[in-house]
């Protein structure tokens, strides 16, 4: 017998709070508007989660930065089958990954997909008992105490940031002359990121997605730059085509080329920016007359 | 408006920042890495160094310099970088050879990324015991169409003229294509 029912009538809070109660052990699979999540218990505990079929080392590793992609290349191509512990191995052997890196990388996804899941307000969910993760994952129990304390702390943080930034159709751009003490700011790897995609042609949205944050992310991350004078809303893009050049996107960043659910890395290659050529002619001018 | 990226990139203390530094219009960011205190948030708040500046051409065009990090330990950023980039510059401390062989690896791991137009930068021209630039193509193991560039990333005509030369192979690029 499944559970089932929908979020907007019993929320992933209280799911997660029946499953550590009761010591569950199975699989809750939540469909919503965002996409498809699972999440493996064992005992009251989370033990493998996946967003949108995610969730294989190989991928993790790479989003984390803790592997290469060329490193990976090599040792995936020994691998007759997918297997999550065997690749773990085959890298700790080649040196180019800790047990501890391994560890760390996939208790930070299951502790991402649960939060990303947590703010999501509707979607259908089912719950199956004694359903095991996919057995070529490794799995990695967390308690679940902790991963409800920083959602409910999220809750309440989204409510202040959505008011502080309601609208995420608008474009961002780097200000004029910042403000504030620029050599004080400290950037993570995700606000990195979203540095390297503002463009006045791409909105807050856009950019989240590309860079594979979820709402509450973004709009931190984006309140935090402003906060520190160094972007600024420059309202709607015109209707013009997505930017092509430079800090725009040029595909899904945080692509790592592995096509959903793992397997072999594809090439990831970003093409060089199609920048018309008189735009080439135009830097060259104005650098020789600086 | 129209901005387009380029990235400064080199080993550790090759002279990145001091390039963006001497070209950019506005003060560089430059943050140095720390371990964050949000020990708490789920997302890694590991910060990185990163520098960059700008040079508006005019009120429909923008020049962005993104310098890597020089800590090896946040390669992780290289790749998000290059993405979308017009070209890229690698800087070389032309005084200390131990960072020949990291250099190197640099330059591989942009290539591998994708083919965008790129030169060398021996910088540090001003020191004494700098090798020379074709030197350096040599222990690099260049091929003869790399421009290696001789530099000193402290003086402005001579950092313009590095990146006059990497738009000149970028233009150049367009024939090939
Ligand atoms: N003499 C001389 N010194 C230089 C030159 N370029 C940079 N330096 C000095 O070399 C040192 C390192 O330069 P940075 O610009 O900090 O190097 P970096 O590549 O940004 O270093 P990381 O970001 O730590 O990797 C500084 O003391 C600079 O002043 C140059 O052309 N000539
Ligand atoms: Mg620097």
């Given amino acids: 017998m499944a559970l089932k029912g929908r979020l907007r009538d019993i929320s992933l809070n209280q799911l997660l709070n029946l499953v550590k109660l009761a010591r569950k052990t199975g699989a809750l699979t939540i469909e919503g508007e965002q996409g498809r999540v699972e999440l493996y218990f064992k005992e009251g505990k989370v033990v493998h989660a996946s967003l949108n079929g995610d969730g294989d080392l190989a991928r993790l590793l790479l989003k984390f930065g803790r592997l290469q992609e060329q490193q990976l290349r090599a040792v995936l191509q020994q691998l007759s089958a997918p297997d999550d512990k065997e ?204 | 408006m129209q901005t387009v990226k380029m990235v400064v990139t080199g080993p550790f203390a090759a002279g990145k920042t001091e390039f963006i530094q001497t070209i950019s219009e506005i003060a560089v960011v430059s943050t140095e890495r720390q371990i964050s205190d949000f020990t708490r948030t789920v997302k890694s708040s590991t910060t990185v160094a990163m520098d960059f500046g700008r040079i508006t051409v005019d009120d429909d065009l923008v020049l962005y310099l993104f310098g890597t990090p020089g800590q090896k330990r946040f390669d992780f950023m290289w790749e998000i970088l290059a993405e979308g980039m017009l070209g890229f510059i690698v800087l070389i401390d032309s005084t200390r050879s131990e960072t020949f062989r990291e250099a190197k690896q640099i330059i591989d791991i942009f290539r591998s990324y994708s083919d965008t137009p790129f030169v060398v930068a021996a910088n540090k021209q001003d020191l004494e015991d700098a090798w020379p630039p074709e030197d350096i193509r040599i222990v690099l193991e260049l091929e003869p169409w790399v421009k290696v560039l001789p530099c000193v990333a402290k003086d402005k005509e001579s950092v313009k003229t590095v990146l006059l030369e990497l738009l000149y192979t970028i233009l150049e690029s367009y024939d090939h294509n």
């Fill in chain 1, 87 to 290: 690749l773990g191995l085959r890298l700790i052997n080649a040196g180019y990954v800790s047990k501890n890196d391994i560890l760390r990388a996939i208790r930070r996804h299951t502790m991402d997909v649960v939060l990303t899941a947590l703010a999501w307000e509707d979607g259908k969910f089912h719950f199956e008992p004694n359903k095991a993760p996919p057995p070529e994952r490794i799995v990695v129990p967390i308690n679940l105490d902790s991963i409800v304390r920083e959602g409910d702390q999220r809750q309440k943080e989204l409510a202040t940031l959505r008011e502080e930034l309601p609208d995420l159709n608008v474009a961002l751009r780097f200000t004029e002359n910042p403000s504030t003490n620029l050599s004080k700011i400290k950037l993570s790897r995700d606000e990195w990121r979203v540095i390297s995609f503002i463009n006045p042609r791409n909105t807050i949205a856009q950019i989240a997605k590309y860079s594979g944050l979820d709402e509450f992310q973004i709009r931190r991350i984006v309140l935090k730059l402003m906060r520190n004078g160094l972007v600024e809303v420059v309202g709607r893009p015109t209707g013009r085509a997505p930017a092509v050049s430079s800090a725009a996107p040029q595909g899904v960043s945080t692509g790592t080329g592995l096509p959903a659910g793992g397997g072999a890395p594809s090439g990831h290659r970003p093409k060089a920016p199609a920048v018309e050529k008189s735009v080439v002619r135009r830097l060259i001018k104005f650098i020789r007359g600086l």
